[in-house]
C-alpha cells in the first residue's frame, strides 16, 4: 500500500487517491537518473514531501526549467485528502481534499516532475549541493525543499496507542462510516476538530465535541453550523482523562476543568484532532529546528543552512493554511532555482 492515513481507510477513498499514483518500484529496477552534465548532480532539486507545499513546489521548479525529484514516503496529497469539503482556497468555491490534492499531483506530473515513493533517511552537505539517502538509494542534488509537513498529535493517554483502529482514530473522513448510527467524541477545538464534528455528524447518532477551552479556535461559520445540528453537544473547558474499552472502544472520562467533575461519556469511538507534530526528525542535524521541531524559516522560506529550504507546515509559521503551503511552494521553489543558478 502506497497511501495510508489509518489502520481503517475507506476502499473509496483509497481507490480515487492512488488511481494517478505511481506504483513504488521495486530497488533494483529504480531508474538511476544520470549525472547533469558540467553540474555533478542528479537533479537540480529534490522536494522530500508530497503536500500542498511540495507539489506547488515541483511545479515552480519544472515551469522554471529545473530538473525535479518529489520524493514522498507515504502518499500524496498530505493532510487535506482527511477533508470532505475545501472552501478557503481562492477561486475555487468548493472541492474535496482528494480532489484538490488528485489536480496537484497530475499537474506537477504533467511538467514532467519525477514523483516516487521512497523514505527520506538523511541529507548531507556536498560542496554547495547535497546527498540525499532514501530507503532504495543515494542521489545528489543542487538544492533540497522540505515540505515534510505534520502529523496529528495523539492526546497521550494510556492505551490510546493500542486502541488506535478499534475505536481510536485521527481521521474523521477515512472511519467515520465506521461508526453510522453510534455516539462518538470528537476531541480539538481548531477548524479540523470542527470539521470533523460536522462531517460526523451527517452518521452518528451522537457527536461530542470535547475542548479545553471555553472558545473554539476555528471559524465560525463552522461553529454556528454545528450548533444547529441536534445531534451535536459542546463539551467545553474539558479533557479527555481516559479511554475505556477491552478490544476496542467502550467510552471515555472527561473532566470538567472548572469543577473537576469527572464524567463518563459512552462512545464508541474517539477522533483525535488537538494539532500536529511536524516530521522533521531525520534533519534536526541538517537545519536548525526550533523547541517545538519545526525549521526555523521565514516568509524566504530561508533555513540555516544555505541550499537547503523549507516549505509549508513542517516550518516555523503564524498561519498554516493550504493557501500558505502553496504560497511557501511557490517562494521555496524560486528561491531554490535562484540558488542553483549560483553553482
Do not use: W
Not at 511540495?54 to 502518499?75: D, F, N
Not at 490534492?101 to 504533467?110: C, G, K, N, R, T
Amino acid at each position: 500500500m502506497i497511501f495510508m492515513l489509518t489502520p481503517r481507510i475507506s476502499e473509496s477513498i483509497f481507490l480515487n487517491i492512488n488511481k494517478h499514483l505511481l506504483t513504488r518500484p521495486a530497488e533494483s529496477t529504480i531508474s538511476q537518473p544520470v549525472l547533469l552534465k558540467g553540474k555533478n548532480m542528479d537533479y537540480d532539486i529534490v522536494v522530500v514531501g508530497g503536500g500542498t507545499a511540495g507539489m506547488t513546489a515541483a511545479i515552480y521548479a519544472k515551469r522554471a526549467g529545473k530538473s525535479v525529484l518529489l520524493l514522498e514516503q507515504e502518499g500524496i496529497g498530505g493532510q487535506i485528502v482527511t477533508s470532505p469539503n475545501v472552501e478557503n482556497y481562492p477561486g475555487i468555491k468548493q472541492i474535496s481534499g482528494i480532489e484538490f490534492a488528485e489536480a496537484l499531483y497530475v499537474q506537477a506530473s504533467d511538467l514532467g516532475a519525477e514523483i516516487t515513493f521512497e523514505k527520506v533517511e538523511g541529507v548531507l552537505p556536498m560542496d554547495g549541493k547535497f546527498e540525499v539517502k532514501t530507503d532504495m538509494r543515494t542521489l545528489v542534488a543542487g538544492s533540497v525543499i522540505l515540505a515534510t509537513g505534520a502529523k496529528s498529535r495523539p492526546l497521550g493517554l494510556d492505551r490510546e496507542a493500542e486502541l488506535t483502529g478499534k475505536g481510536v482514530s485521527y481521521c474523521a473522513v477515512c472511519d467515520g462510516a465506521f461508526f453510522r448510527g453510534m455516539e462518538v467524541a470528537v476531541v480539538g477545538g481548531g477548524s479540523t476538530a470542527l470539521q470533523d464534528a460536522l462531517f460526523l455528524s451527517s452518521y452518528c447518532s451522537k457527536v461530542y465535541l470535547i475542548h479545553r477551552r471555553d472558545e473554539f479556535r476555528g471559524e465560525e461559520k463552522t461553529v454556528s453550523a454545528l450548533r444547529e445540528k441536534a445531534n451535536v453537544e459542546f463539551v467545553l473547558s474539558s479533557v479527555v482523562e481516559e479511554i475505556k474499552g477491552e478490544n476496542s472502544v467502550s467510552g471515555i472520562l472527561v473532566k470538567d476543568l472548572k469543577t473537576g467533575t469527572v464524567s463518563e461519556k459512552a462512545v464508541s469511538g474517539i477522533f483525535v484532532a488537538v494539532g500536529q507534530i511536524p516530521r522533521n526528525e531525520e534533519f534536526a542535524s541538517l537545519v536548525e529546528l526550533d523547541s517545538y521541531g519545526y525549521v526555523k524559516a521565514g516568509e524566504d522560506c530561508v533555513t540555516s543552512l544555505p541550499g537547503v529550504f523549507a516549505a509549508g507546515d513542517c516550518r516555523t509559521k503564524e498561519v498554516r493554511q493550504l493557501t500558505t503551503a502553496a504560497a511557501d511552494g511557490a517562494v521555496a521553489a524560486l528561491a531554490a532555482c535562484q540558488y542553483i543558478d549560483t553553482l
